[in-house]
């Protein structure tokens, strides 16, 4: 009944926005099951028996939805046959109109908000967890859930660390909580490398790999063994986890003031492994599923469910098609900003609601920025959302914008390859394009991931 209603009220809007005087025409929604008796005295709360149609009522449909018009209908215009036919002209005029598909998007990121307010419930059954790995694919809300529990435990007044491996994971969560009140504010919030280098250690050479990945951490579990008890964490909680080593674990146990015993919560998704190394967190409790999908549109979420670890459940709207555009990889990139000057000239998205993401090497674009700028103003442009965003998936994990169109533009290392185009696929929430060559996604992603994208594929230049 919920799903109706909420129909009802898009048909309306859709048709306001139309301009066509049927959407002040009297109104109703109503739930049909047209293989299933329902009884006569059937009720349940906003839902009463004269907003049902059952198998024994389908011969009088007619007259239900009238009693139902009468009854229960909103709505003070005419409804005579002029404003029929508007109404038959503007819902079959087109499925998704391009002009409608931003109308849409507000409408799909009402439910994302509204989907995520639901998760409050699993940080409840976090409540008497202390060490626990929380476990999802792409769009599940992890990080929404990483964050709620992470106030939830400041809020009772435990020193909490935030940490992540990814750069603009680790600037939105900063961002996120600089605006929490001071008391649900964590006590370190931020990168895992740059943890202890708050602590007094070197920050290093960009391109020394053994510091990054040895060296640093190593010395991390040190700072932390040394440091006072009262200055280390009561708990900490790790956004992305498969990101991290094995020999980051043990690291970061000797920053909390118990390291046997503290507060370790991490969040992660194996299909999103995509950098060289592996490790498992030290948590012995069986994994926590969030296995439903809030995030993406149904039609972007079953492009790349195939590569999910576990099967999701999709709660999101149905949404615009998936657009795939064929063309070489060498060519990927360039065909994809044609996508995305159509995205913002053609469908009217505004340029802070699109982003670019490549495969390969980054885009030419962000080279520029980060050269220029830095990483830091860089990471702040894309928050800023005043244009649109070019980056490669490996910094986007975490993120998402409404439009994301990706260029396949070929892999360094095909072992990775699916695990990056996963990425990829799911950073969307509204409107995904893809531009690559499909025999190469299809070697990457499987048969699946081909299939769907071929059913979607667009001639070059094509509407």
């Keep these: 009944m919920g799903q109706a209603q909420d129909c009802r009220h898009v048909l309306q809007r859709y048709l306001k926005r139309l301009g066509l005087s049927a959407a002040r025409s009297p109104a109703v929604h109503l739930v049909a099951f047209p293989d299933r008796d329902v009884p006569a005295d059937f009720a349940a709360p906003d839902c009463p028996r004269s907003m049902i149609i059952g198998r024994g009522d389908v011969p009088r449909s007619y007259e239900s939805v009238l009693r139902a018009l009468r009854d229960h209908g909103s709505g003070t215009g005419p409804f005579d ?4 036919d508007e109404l038959v002209r503007g819902v079959l005029g087109s499925s998704l109109p391009q002009a409608d598909v931003l109308a ?18 699993v940080v409840g059954l976090l409540r008497n967890q ?13 990080t929404w859930v990483a964050l709620e529990q ?34 649900e504010r964590p006590a370190y919030v931020g990168l895992f490398h740059d943890l202890p280098v708050s602590w007094g250690a070197p920050r290093g050479e960009e391109d020394d790999s053994s510091w990054w990945e040895e060296e640093l951490p190593a ?24 990101d991290f080593s094995a020999s980051w674990w043990p690291p970061t146990l000797q920053t909390l003031k118990d390291p046997d015993r503290g507060g370790l919560y991490v969040f992660l998704d194996e299909g999103q492994r995509i950098f060289d190394r592996s490790g498992n967190a030290p948590i012995e409790l069986a994994p926590f599923p969030l296995d439903r999908n809030i995030r993406n549109t149904k039609r972007i979420a079953q492009v790349f469910g195939s590569l999910t670890p576990e099967q999701q459940g999709y709660d999101g709207l149905d949404g615009p098609p998936v657009r795939f555009v064929h063309c070489a990889t060498h060519d990927a ?36 920025m980060v050269e220029r700028y830095g990483w830091d103003a860089y990471w702040d442009e ?23 169109v990706l260029a396949v533009s070929g892999f360094r290392d095909l072992n990775r390859a699916r695990e990056m185009l996963y990425v990829g696929l799911s950073r969307a929430r509204t409107r995904l394009v893809v531009c690559g060559d499909l025999e190469l996604i299809g070697q990457v992603g499987g048969e699946g991931v081909r299939q769907r994208l071929k059913r979607v594929e667009v001639a070059r230049g094509g509407a």
């Design 81 to 84: 046959p002029p404003q029929v």
């Design 382 to 404: 894309f928050f800023v959302g005043d244009d649109v965003f070019y980056g490669h998936v490996l910094g986007f994990k975490g993120l998402e914008r409404p439009a994301v």
């Design 130 to 142: 202390h060490r626990v790995a929380v476990v999802g694919g792409a769009g599940s809300g992890k």
């Design 333 to 368: 990139v360039s065909v994809a900003d044609d996508e995305v000057q159509r995205l913002t000239d053609d469908e009217g998205w505004p340029p802070g609601a699109v982003a670019l993401l490549t495969t390969r090497h980054r885009h030419p674009v962000q080279r520029d």
């Design 150 to 183: 992470t106030r939830r435990l400041a809020r009772q007044g435990q020193a909490v660390a935030l940490v992540c491996y990814s750069r603009g994971l680790g600037h939105f969560l900063r961002r996120v909580t600089e605006s929490w009140p001071a008391r």
């Design 219 to 242: 010395l991390l579990g040190r700072l932390g063994a040394e440091r006072p008890v009262e200055e280390r964490f009561d708990s900490v909680v790790v956004d992305e986890g498969q």
């Design 104 to 121: 849409f998007d507000a409408e799909h990121e009402a439910r994302v908000a509204d989907l995520t307010e639901r998760q409050q419930q």
